[in-house]
C-alpha cells in the first residue's frame, strides 16, 4: 500500500495568515493528489483534486501543487472559516490511502 | 442536489454483523462508483473499498477483505455495506461519498456511527 505522511499534524495560524500544508507519497502518484477539509462533526469537504484542480465553489486562496511524490496545499490569507482538519489522499492506486491529517489552529 | 444518505449504524457486541445503507438522490447514481470511508473516534480517515458503476468490480483495503461486502442496488439508487464478525476497532463513523472520476469523492453523506461494544 502507499503511505501517506502529512506535515505538519498540527499548526497554529492567524487570520490572514499564508499556511502550506505538506504530503508526502511513499512511491510516485503521478497527479492523483487529492485534498478534503474536515471540520468537528462534519463530513470531509473535497477542495483539490489532481494535485492542483480547484473543485467548484471552494474559495480561491486554496490552491494544490506537485507532482511524483511530494504535494503541498497552501491557504494564501486564512480565513475565520478554514480552521479545520485537512487530509491529503491519494488515488493512484487501491486502497485510497489518506494522510494522518493537520489540524489547523487558531492563533 | 446531489444527496447521499446514510443508514443502519448503532451499537452491536463483537462478533457481530450489521449492514449499512446509503441511499442517494440528485444524479444518476448508476453512472459512478461510490465508496465507503470511516473514521474512528478522533481519528483520521479510512478508506474502506469501492463499487464499480454495475457493480462487477469492488476494491477493498486489505485489512477489512473478508468481513466487508460492498454491494448496490441501481434500482434503488443504493448502496450497502455488509460488515461481519465486528470488532471494537471497526468502531466509527462511517461515510459513503461519490466518487468523481472513479477517484475522487466528491459529495459526502453525512456518515453513521457504529459502536461495537459488550
Known amino acids: 500500500d502507499i503511505q501517506m505522511t502529512q506535515s505538519p499534524s498540527s499548526l497554529s495560524a492567524s487570520v490572514g495568515d499564508r499556511v502550506t500544508i505538506t504530503c508526502r507519497a511513499s512511491?510516485?502518484?503521478?497527479?492523483?493528489l487529492t485534498w478534503y477539509q474536515q471540520k468537528p462533526g462534519k463530513a470531509p469537504k473535497l477542495l483539490i483534486y489532481?494535485?492542483?484542480s480547484l473543485q467548484s465553489g471552494v474559495p480561491s486562496r486554496f490552491s494544490g501543487s506537485g507532482s511524483g511524490t511530494d504535494f503541498t496545499l497552501t491557504i494564501s490569507s486564512l480565513q475565520p472559516e478554514d480552521f479545520a482538519t485537512y487530509y491529503c489522499?491519494?488515488?493512484?492506486?487501491?486502497?485510497?490511502?489518506f494522510g494522518q491529517g493537520t489540524k489547523v489552529e487558531i492563533k | 442536489e446531489v444527496q447521499l444518505v446514510e443508514s443502519g449504524g448503532g451499537l452491536v457486541q463483537p462478533g457481530g454483523s450489521l449492514r449499512l445503507s446509503c441511499t442517494a438522490s440528485?444524479?444518476?447514481?448508476?453512472?459512478?462508483?461510490i465508496s465507503w470511508v470511516r473514521q474512528a473516534p478522533g481519528k483520521g480517515l479510512e478508506w474502506v473499498g469501492n463499487?464499480?458503476?454495475?457493480?462487477?468490480?469492488?476494491y477493498y483495503v486489505d485489512s477489512l477483505k473478508g468481513r466487508f461486502t460492498i454491494s448496490r442496488d441501481n434500482a434503488k439508487n443504493s448502496l450497502y455495506l455488509q460488515m461481519n464478525s465486528l470488532r471494537v476497532e471497526d468502531t466509527a463513523v462511517y461515510y459513503c461519498?461519490?466518487?468523481?472520476?472513479?477517484?475522487?469523492?466528491?459529495?459526502w453523506g453525512q456518515g453513521t456511527l457504529v459502536t461495537v461494544s459488550s
Open positions: 461519498a461519490r466518487d468523481f472520476r472513479a477517484r475522487v469523492a466528491d459529495y
Open positions: 440528485g444524479f444518476t447514481f448508476s453512472n459512478y462508483y
Open positions: 463499487i464499480k458503476q454495475d457493480g462487477s468490480e469492488k
Open positions: 512511491q510516485s502518484i503521478s497527479s492523483y
Open positions: 489532481e494535485a492542483s
Open positions: 489522499q491519494q488515488s493512484y492506486s487501491t486502497p485510497r490511502t
